[in-house]
């Protein structure tokens, strides 16, 4: 029976270069549950040309990822990049200007929110999902995610959702605010929701947030010095 007290969670940096030597092993395991997962995501929604053409480039623009693994098994994941607007260079960033309207970051602007925790990849083992173990892993991984952000100097967190899935309101069940339709994406309809940091909500289940406090607080940390530093640059320059 699949247990989620029993997971071990892990903070990984996405780039190769920038991971402890002792955790090179979970990393090659995480991107390859990511490329499987992803492929078949894509695959499921007709998107077979993408399917087929997925190679690591999606992975590897990301800064960190937190990945749950059973054992020696990955289960679930997501990843994400910092992104700090105030530089123009990052203004132009093709992952904001290609996925979210201009006047998104317009309104955060005139908040003076410059800060961007950018998530993606969103991912659980089929054999994990809540509707075969009745708990929630999505929950953790988007309770961690919020926790990194809180614990960053992150403004906000955005995302695009995948609704078939109901990631949309998995969002909204810890604290997110929708912005706009995203329309189809990748022949799935779409939200853009944002998390504000004082808008956060905890895991509504008790049990499950004691699970997930225990989870971060023992997550091991697979970083080298610079790694960490190069991560957190996006973030807390």
Same mark, same amino acid.
């Given at each position: ?8 969670? +892990? ?12 955790? +090179? ?5 995480? +991107?390859?549950?990511?490329?499987? =997962? ?18 690591? /480039?999606?992975?590897?623009?990301? /800064? ?20 700090? #607007? #105030? ?41 994990? #999902? !809540?509707?075969?173990? =009745? &708990? ?16 960053? !100097? ?8 995948? =609704?078939?899935?109901?990631? =949309? ?6 604290? @997110?605010? !929708?912005?706009?339709?995203?329309? !189809? ?10 998390? +504000? ?11 499950? *947030? &004691?699970? @997930?406090?225990?989870?971060? *607080? ?6 080298? &010095?610079?790694?960490? $530093?190069?991560?957190? $640059?996006?973030?807390?320059?």
């Amino acid at each position: 029976m699949n247990t989620i007290a029993t997971l071990h969670c +892990y903070l990984l940096p996405a780039k190769i270069d920038f991971c402890a030597p002792s955790y +090179y092993t979970q990393h090659e395991k995480a +991107y390859r549950f990511w490329h499987q =997962n992803i492929q078949s995501a894509l695959q499921e929604e007709k998107n077979d040309d993408v399917a087929k053409q997925l190679g690591s /480039d999606l992975f590897f623009e990301n /800064d960190e990822m937190v990945v749950l693994f059973d054992d020696e098994h990955p289960i679930g994941l997501f990843m994400f990049r910092w992104i700090n #607007r #105030r530089f123009l260079m990052n203004r132009e960033l093709s992952a904001l200007t290609h996925r979210f309207p201009p006047n998104l970051f317009t309104s955060l602007a005139e908040k003076n929110l410059y800060h961007i925790m950018l998530m993606a990849h969103l991912s659980v083992h089929p054999a994990w #999902r !809540k509707s075969v173990i =009745n &708990a929630g892993v999505s929950d953790l991984l988007v309770d961690f995610s919020l926790r990194r952000l809180l614990e960053s !100097k992150g403004d906000v967190l955005i995302t695009t959702t995948r =609704n078939n899935r109901g990631t =949309n309101t998995l969002g909204f069940r810890h604290g @997110a605010v !929708k912005y706009a339709n995203a329309g !189809k994406v990748l022949n799935v309809d779409s939200d853009i929701i944002v998390f +504000y940091r004082d808008k956060v909500k905890p895991i509504e289940s008790s049990a499950l *947030q &004691a699970i @997930a406090n225990n989870l971060w *607080q023992t997550r091991k940390i697979g970083m080298v &010095a610079q790694g960490v $530093a190069s991560a957190s $640059a996006g973030a807390e320059c």
